[in-house]
């Protein structure tokens, strides 16, 4: 190659890095400057951008990961014993038996404006829930009398009954900051509805107290998140670990989908990907040397649901017949790849402390033939009639057909409400499947994906269902969620107990179980409750999936693995560069 | 029934015979449309087979059959001839199922928006005026109308949609484009002197558009079928894909979406090159088929020296 030519050739790779770099420097402005030190800046993949960065709104998981950088509450769980811990909070609550309050200590700290945070804060963020009612918060604060603040640095709550929730529910709540919402709060008051004002109040720089501050979200393209230099913990020495961050910022990239993002952490465009990995790009990703695979529970639940209002599942025998049919091991083996805790009672297993191992089980260790043989002498013995029954006069198995209910009426097709292939396909899969066992002793089911919105629309609000299977991936530790899923009270439009289970004596010991505040008294009660619910199946619990994530280990470490996952406040105070 | 009559029904049916014969010649020249009836037909044969595996063994069932042996993606092998999916299920018996699907969602969307199409044009065309003014401004404000947009409202809407209604909705939007083109044809026809003379001899309005119009204008409508057969299938797979199909279904479109939603896209291309080629072959096929009818029906298209 001549010289004349090498020289063209160099001159035109430069240009077009010049260019790509002016590209860049156009593409994002913002980063520009402030991503000087990018060696230690956390890239971390997400599936799509937040909703909100409204506190009071953001009921979705990409909202809910980035605001718990920002906010954080005044005590939070071990990672590793999952006991709650001081974290704005100084000490301990002190109980006072007399008065029913309880007294905490917060340490000084300071918001990332650079003013302190005090009692007010506390107290306010506690006012605000309990006067706009804020869905999914006020349940926890609607019990507590009044709110005092003796001084800057304690706040006191006085209840009005003793409440099992209290610790592990309201002091894990959230604060904000009373400089930053009072003027928000005071314009929503004076309007007609003072809470749709509040949760529709844009946002734009939450100031927190957490670990990282917002700098710049670009919707649809990246939010960057700075180290908070007024963060309380960092250098603090909170349940046996020195705290950061010893990373300066994170940047979250929007990939849309998984695909896309698995791709990036291959090529380690991001360190990791806070969303579940689904199993087939498991194989791939474990001959990476540089990735390493995180495996961890969640308090999850996902279950069949079923109308105990009205006929056919109003019959507790057909409801035991279908947790006769369903084969939890082949959903889980086959449909979840094994990535899943089979679920006997409705607490997860991993929840050990309050889970019941002792609650009734159906069809254990049953194979095919065996599960409908029982399935059809439950029903058969409930009165069930059929043109041609599942099992024929030679005791050999065989398709039923025209199954009739005790009363002589033929049993009217029913619907299995499943989420969409597009949200979740392996709940649509487990539904078609449930279709198919149901059909084999002739229950005449069919299985219909419905968009999730309109699925909790018909299940809780119009109460028009028959069956649906649903799951909750973010349960308490603390069991309270118990009581309201089967509460008869609950059993209202919108309300927690979607199947309309009614039950006095379940009623009787739900309440007793939520003042009470002995643990362990409170533990044998659970206990109890989790096996009337077994006992008469308004819900069959079906699995708990594990929550499978992937990191690049090349350029950081120090993930925290709890229960939830990875991407907790733990490991964002813990990573570091290598 | 008078001799004379019998006789004419002859003469009719050794025309439309021969109609037929010239036709089949000119299509036999055209490489386009052997190359698209073959791959056709070799479509109708996987249907038509798909109904045999089931019947080999129960784990070949293409919805709820399994491996008993095997739960995980297992590439092609002598018992699965293309491998297994996610959850043990027989990939072949997958794909025959999925053309059996495609054909029916794309032969009887396609015959039911022809059908539509060449009514509403006929009507159009023939009684022109306020009737004709206001079937194609309907025509206008459905052909501007995303059908696979509308679709995909509608399923996040109502839930997921049955692949009935799928093909009704595809059918619905198709329409307009036929109906247009049929029209034209019919305004052309109206003015010819066998309309005037048949009008003439007192034939009623809806004798002259169903005998003598309506032969005229069907080997177009028939045309146009071979077009919208395709577009069924693609706007059918691309919702299924999505996955917003009917999940009671499986079609190749379904196909693609669990390869996706479980994560094997990139490692397993037994699971995802064969549905994706047949939607491409199909469509083609038909797109072939459609070119050489083309050919046989307009004498502008065929080369030089073809005759009829």
């Given at each position: 190659m001549s010289p004349t030519s090498s020289v063209t050739i160099e001159s035109f790779l430069k240009g077009i890095l010049c260019l790509a770099v002016a590209m860049l420097v156009l593409l994002f402005p913002g980063l520009s400057g402030t991503q000087s030190n990018a060696a230690s800046c956390l890239k971390i993949g997400l599936p799509e951008d937040p909703r909100t960065l409204n506190i009071w709104l953001a009921s979705d998981r990409n909202s809910r990961n980035i605001l718990s950088q920002i906010y954080q509450p005044l005590y939070t769980r071990d990672p590793d014993t999952l006991k709650l811990v001081p974290w704005l909070a100084e000490q301990e609550p002190v109980f006072d038996a007399e008065t029913l309050s309880y007294t905490v200590r917060i340490k000084p700290s300071k918001w990332s404006d650079g003013s302190e945070l005090t009692s007010e804060d506390v107290a306010f963020t506690?006012?605000?829930?309990?006067?706009?009612?804020?869905?999914?918060?006020?349940?926890?604060?609607?019990?507590?009398?009044?709110?005092?603040?003796?001084?800057?640095?304690?706040?006191?709550?006085?209840?009005?009954?003793?409440?099992?929730?209290?610790?592990?529910?309201?002091?894990?709540?959230?604060?904000?900051?009373?400089?930053?919402?009072?003027?928000?709060?005071?314009?929503?008051?004076?309007?007609?509805?003072?809470?749709?004002?509040?949760?529709?109040?844009?946002?734009?720089?939450?100031?927190?107290?957490?670990?990282?501050?917002?700098?710049?979200?670009?919707?649809?393209?990246?939010?960057?998140?700075?180290?908070?230099?007024?963060?309380?913990?960092?250098?603090?020495?909170?349940s046996g670990r020195i705290l950061g961050p010893y990373i300066d910022s994170i940047i979250f990239k929007i990939y849309g989908t998984s695909d896309a993002a698995i791709l990036a952490l291959k090529k380690g465009s991001i360190d990791m990907f806070w969303w579940r990995i689904q199993a087939g790009y498991l194989q791939d990703l474990k001959t990476q040397k540089d990735i390493q695979i995180f495996s961890n529970e969640k308090s999850g639940l996902y279950y069949i649901g079923f109308n105990v209002r009205k006929p056919p599942f109003n019959d507790v025998n057909l409801r035991r017949a279908v947790a006769t049919l369903i084969d939890k091991d082949f959903i889980i083996s086959r449909i979840l790849q094994g990535l899943a805790i089979k679920m006997n009672s409705i607490v997860p297993p991993g929840n050990q402390f309050w889970y019941c191992p002792e609650v009734p089980r159906y069809a254990e260790g049953l194979n095919r033939e065996e599960r409908i043989k029982k399935a059809y002498e439950i029903l058969r013995k409930a009165g069930y009639t059929w043109q041609l029954p599942p099992v024929n006069g030679q005791g050999k198995v065989v398709k039923g057909k025209g199954i009739r209910l005790p009363n002589g009426q033929p049993m009217e097709k029913f619907t299995i409400l499943t989420p969409p292939a597009d949200y979740d396909p392996l709940r649509a899969m487990a539904g078609m499947i449930i279709q198919e066992w149901l059909g084999m002793v002739g229950i005449p089911a069919s299985a219909k994906p419905m968009a999730i919105g309109s699925l909790i629309q018909q299940v809780k609000g119009r109460r028009q269902f028959d069956s649906f299977i649903l799951g909750y991936g973010r349960l308490d530790i603390d069991p309270d969620w118990v009581r309201n899923f089967f509460h008869s009270s609950n059993d209202k439009p919108r309300g927690w107990n979607m199947s309309g289970y009614k039950n006095p004596d379940f009623d009787r010991i739900a309440e007793e179980s939520a003042s009470i505040l002995d643990r362990e008294k409170r533990r044998k009660l659970i206990w109890e409750m989790q096996k009337m619910i077994l006992q008469d199946v308004p819900y069959i619990p079906l699995y708990n999936p594990r929550l499978i994530e992937a990191v690049r280990k090349d350029k950081f470490s120090g993930w925290v693995g709890t229960l939830g996952g990875i991407g907790n406040i733990w490991s964002f105070c813990e990573v570091r560069l290598n | 029934m008078s001799g004379k009559s019998l006789d004419n029904r002859r003469v009719q049916k050794f025309h439309w015979m021969s109609r037929f014969l010239s036709g089949w010649a000119i299509f036999r020249q055209s490489f386009l449309g052997k190359i698209g009836l073959t791959l056709l037909a070799l479509f109708a044969l996987m249907a038509l087979c798909s109904f045999i595996p089931p019947l080999v063994d129960p784990m070949y069932q293409p919805m709820a059959g399994v491996d008993p042996e095997i739960s995980t993606v297992t590439g092609p092998s002598t018992r699965h001839w293309l491998g297994t999916d996610f959850m043990g299920r027989d990939l072949l018996s997958q794909l025959l199922a999925g053309a059996r699907v495609a054909f029916m969602v794309g032969v009887s969307a396609a015959f039911m928006s022809v059908f539509l199409g060449t009514a509403i044009g006929m009507i159009a065309g023939y009684m022109g005026k306020f009737a004709d003014t206001l079937l194609m401004r309907l025509a206008d404000i459905i052909m501007v109308m995303p059908a696979l947009v509308v679709l995909l409202m509608l399923a996040a809407l109502f839930g997921q949609l049955s692949i009935w209604f799928i093909v009704f909705f595809i059918a619905l939007f198709r329409w307009p484009g036929v109906s247009r083109v049929i029209r034209a044809q019919t305004l052309s026809l109206k003015h010819r002197p066998f309309i005037e003379a048949a009008r003439v001899a007192g034939a009623s309005h809806l004798r002259i558009i169903f005998r003598h119009i309506t032969p005229n204008v069907l080997p177009l409508s028939f045309l146009y079928m071979t077009f919208q057969v395709t577009s069924a299938i693609i706007i059918e797979a691309a919702l299924a894909f999505l996955g917003f199909g009917d999940p009671r279904t499986i079609s190749w479109g379904m196909m693609l979406q669990w390869v996706w939603k479980t994560g094997h896209m990139f490692n397993a291309p037994y699971w995802l090159l064969p549905p994706g080629i047949c939607i491409s072959l199909i469509t083609l096929s038909f797109y072939m088929l459609g070119r050489a009818m083309d050919e046989v029906l307009d004498p502008r298209l065929r080369k030089e020296g073809q005759t009829d």
């Open positions: 506690g006012r605000v829930i309990k006067d706009f009612r804020v869905p999914r918060l006020a349940s926890r604060w609607n019990f507590i009398k009044r709110i005092e603040t003796p001084d800057k640095h304690t706040v006191r709550f006085y209840l009005k009954e003793p409440k099992a929730i209290f610790l592990s529910r309201t002091l894990t709540t959230p604060i904000v900051q009373k400089k930053e919402w009072i003027k928000i709060v005071e314009k929503a008051r004076g309007t007609e509805k003072p809470l749709i004002k509040l949760l529709n109040h844009k946002i734009e720089k939450p100031v927190g107290s957490g670990p990282f501050i917002l700098k710049e979200w670009r919707q649809g393209c990246y939010l960057f998140l700075q180290k908070n230099k007024y963060f309380f913990g960092t250098g603090r020495r909170i | -």
